[in-house]
């Protein structure tokens, strides 16, 4: 299969690395769905760690959107634009706290805050008269994600 080291690479994000081999291996054997499946395992494996355990999780992305919160005071205070810089900065951070929080479920706890961030946005959104949903490109979340892929990457390299 072609690209097997991409969804083996995606898989370990997920699952242990060992595990993401023997899957691969099983999916390229049979040589169809292989994305559709790493997707499915994916998804099927961040569920279940965000049932197993949620209030962990939970009160782990209301820490991390107080944090965030916190960062955009702070970027006021100082007269800081809204702008890429500051979000990649802010992003970059919160993903890394995220996976020295979560170690071996940091995907559950990178999808437990932006569920909880949606959430609470549109909990705000609610509650203002008036109020609208602004469309920005998501450098912060993009930041988030890598952070969080890097540190997962490197402790599947420790391991």
């Known amino acids: 299969m072609r690209r097997a080291g991409v969804a083996e690479w995606i898989l370990s994000l997920f699952v242990s690395r060992e595990r993401a081999s023997a899957v691969l291996g099983d ?11 790493v997707f499915r395992i994916a998804v099927s ?35 800081w634009s809204m702008l890429a810089p500051y979000q990649l900065v802010a992003g970059l951070f919160i993903g890394l706290w995220l996976s020295w929080r ?8 990178v999808t437990a805050f932006f569920l909880m961030g949606w959430v609470a946005a549109a909990a705000m959104y609610a509650t203002v008269p008036g109020g609208s949903v602004h469309f920005t490109w998501p450098v912060q979340e993009t930041a988030l994600l890598i952070a969080v892929m890097a540190m997962r990457r490197r402790r599947l390299r420790r391991a």
């Open 27 to 37: 999916l390229v054997e049979r040589q169809s769905g292989v994305w559709l499946t």
């Open 45 to 79: 494996s961040v569920s279940r760690d965000l049932w197993e355990r949620p209030g962990p999780l939970i009160l782990l992305a209301v820490q991390a959107i107080v944090l965030d919160a916190a960062s955009v005071v702070l970027s006021a205070r100082l007269n």
């Open 102 to 109: 979560a170690p071996g479920r940091e995907m559950a706890a």
